[in-house]
């Protein structure tokens, strides 16, 4: 199972959002790894939020990339504060973006070459 996770820093008051078949391995990773990335700036990460999303890896990335290309601080918060409430997640979040990745696959389509 593949899961959106949402990171928190407190020093720099930011969120990151990821997604990880093992949620608490992914958070180590952040705070440990030697690479100089966006994360390794921010350091320490805690764990916000996680919740399933599906098994298929593809599915999950839609997942995420919608909820990156909202640069929505609210909805973040929305989600961390929903993130056990199952059918919130399912059928107010997912739903968009379903939704979302459906509108942009159409507009794929239809755009001349």
Request: include cysteine; aromatic fraction near 12%; glycine fraction near 2%.
């Amino acid at each position: 199972m593949f899961y959106i996770y949402i990171l928190y820093s407190r020093r720099s008051d930011r969120y990151y959002i990821g997604y990880s078949d093992d949620p608490e391995k992914r958070l180590d990773s952040h705070n440990t790894s030697e690479r100089k990335t966006y994360t390794s700036k921010h350091r320490p990460w805690e764990l916000a939020a996680s919740f399933p999303v599906s098994e298929l890896r593809g599915e999950v990335m839609k997942v995420e990339k919608y909820l990156k290309r909202q640069k929505s601080r609210k909805l973040i918060e929305e989600i961390i504060n929903h993130q056990d409430d199952v059918e919130w997640i399912h059928h107010s979040l997912l739903s968009s973006c379903k939704n979302y990745s459906a509108s942009l696959e159409k507009g794929k389509k239809n755009k001349i070459h």
